[in-house]
Structures are given as structure tokens and as C-alpha cells.
């Protein structure tokens, strides 16, 4: 299969590191690389992808497919290391290697159509300095814009009551999950009929600028001011889940900017390889539900925490 190159793009000076992490869904993967080539193939870029020990040899062919591209580099690890260590495989790889102005971590179900995405995001950092910032996240299916995902970052005390019912649902799963479903039309009508007030609240203007929001983790632009703070994007003590407010958590206890802005956009086709590994929607949730308890107690352990683990680890070395 050709790798479609770029024609009659801008150029940027910037260097621009592109990290995706990939699990079985080749086509998919292929499409978000290939897109970002046909848009930013001549400019300073590196796309880095990691295949999380893809079963189906995808991640092989992904590397057979772009081995004569010298833009792009696939890192094949030799287990499944979930999304957090995942992607930070890719953050290391990029930012020791390339010394980027930018990384961009994104799911291999994002595109970015747009030609002068890279300089809007420059000129954005220009103008407002931040540390992370997001974009409009658009999925064409459902037709909802999904960033950012809420203003507010979660309290210790909220999260602790979500994973106690988490944790005291897990044993009998299948049965609040079916219960769950058959109710939601009822809570549903209730809701809209006796607390309109409170679902207005929850839709968010989302083509305002929002300062330190809560993120949706489809799409992180990282600048420099973060590059140079951290040596890995998410906290590594997560599997799955969780990790927009873990980042926010930590971005708020190390005074790193993180931005919301509307003027530039993705489209997120979203969950193609997460549905490709379970059929049932049940399977799904109760993965789900596992992983939130255990990214759930990472998140309490971290409130008492200032500073990320490597920070103190650095400062025991000095």
C-alpha cells in the first residue's frame, strides 16, 4: 500500500512531534498517518506510532508500510502497556530525539484535515503561553463536539464516592448493568422534567476560550513549557481511563496553563480498537469499570501529592 505524500502545503519552522498509539485497527492508524503526511509532510515534523503488542501483527505491518517514510517511526513494544505508558513510550522517543517545540499525542481514530493547523497552534501558543492545549474534538457520527469535557477538575471527595460504588457494583456486575440500562430512560425523563436547570448547566458553550478546563484526551498539544516540565505525558501508574483528570490534577499542582480553544479542530471517529477487542457492550463496561477503580485510586493517592513521582525522585538525586 503507497504512502500518500504531501503537495502544495505550508511549510513551518517549528518542529512538530506527532505520537499515536496503535492497536489492531491498521486501516485506521494507516488513515491518521497518512493524513497528517498529505497536510504536514513538508514541514518540520516526526510522527511517532507505538504499537501496544498488536495480537494480529498489525503493528509489524505498520512498520513494514512506512519503513522507506524517514518522518515516520514505529516503535513496537513487546507487551500491551495501556494507554498512560503507552503513549509516554512515544512522549520519551519524541522529546529525546527530535528536542520538539511541539508534541501532539492523539488516537489513531483522529484526523486532522486541516493545512495550517501547525501554524495556528503556534501562533495560539504565541498569544496565550499555554502548557497543554486542546482543540475542538468533532465526531462526525454523532455530530457532538466533545472538548472540553467539563470546567472543573473532580475532587478528591467526588472521586472517592464514584469508586466506592464502583467498587461495590463489581461483584454482581452484570445484574447494575442491565438495571442500569432498563432505567435510563426513566431517570432520563425525570431528569429533563425536574432538574432542567442542571442539564443546561452540563452543555457547555464550547465556542468560548476556556482556561484550564478539564481536557478530552483524544488530542493533547503539548508546548515546550510542559515538554521541559515533565519526562512523560501521563501518570504511569494508570492502565486505562482517567487520565484527562489525573493530567489536569497534576497540571494544576505544577502551575502548567492548560487551554481550551475553538478555532481549531479535529474529527475523532472514536473507540475503533477499544470495540474491536470486546463485541459486547457488557464486556466493555465492566473492563471499563476495573480499570476507573484502580485509575480512580491513583487519582486520591496523587491529592496529597505536589509534584509528580520523577520530580521527587530527581530532587532525592541532587
Known sequence: MAVIHSRNKKRTTMMTAFVILHYLAYDMTYECVSTLLNNFGESEIHIVVVDNASPNGSGQQ????????????????KANL???????????????????????????DVLIDDAAFLEDIQRIYDEQNFAVLGPDIYNPKTKRHQNPLYLNGNSKENVTKMRSRLQRELPHFAFHYYKNRLLAPVKKIIKTLFFPKKI???????????????LQGACYIFSKDFIQARDYAFY?????YFEEDILHLQC?????????????????????????????????????SENLIH??????????SLVCPNEQENKKQR
Not at 295 to 304: K, P, R, Y
Open 236 to 240: 504511569p501508574e494508570t492502565f486505562l
Open 82 to 108: 495501556g494507554f498512560a505508558k503507552g503513549n509516554n513510550i512515544g512522549y520519551e522517543y519524541a522529546k529525546t530525539l527530535f528536542s520538539p517545540d511541539f508534541i501532539i499525542v492523539m488516537n489513531n
Open 62 to 77: 505498520l512498520a513494514d508500510t512506512f519503513a522507506t517514510q524517514e518522518k515516520v517511526h514505529v516503535i513496537l513494544n
Open 200 to 214: 443546561k448547566q452540563v452543555n457547555l458553550d464550547r465556542t468560548k476560550v476556556y482556561e484550564n478546563p478539564v
Open 252 to 288: 494544576q499542582q505544577q502551575n502548567l496553563k492548560m487551554l481550551y480553544v475553538p478555532n481549531i479542530q479535529i474529527k475523532h471517529l472514536e473507540d475503533v480498537s477499544t470495540n474491536m477487542i470486546l463485541k459486547t457492550n457488557l464486556s466493555k463496561e465492566k473492563m471499563k
Open 295 to 304: 485509575s480512580m485510586t491513583a487519582f486520591i493517592n496523587l491529592t496529597t
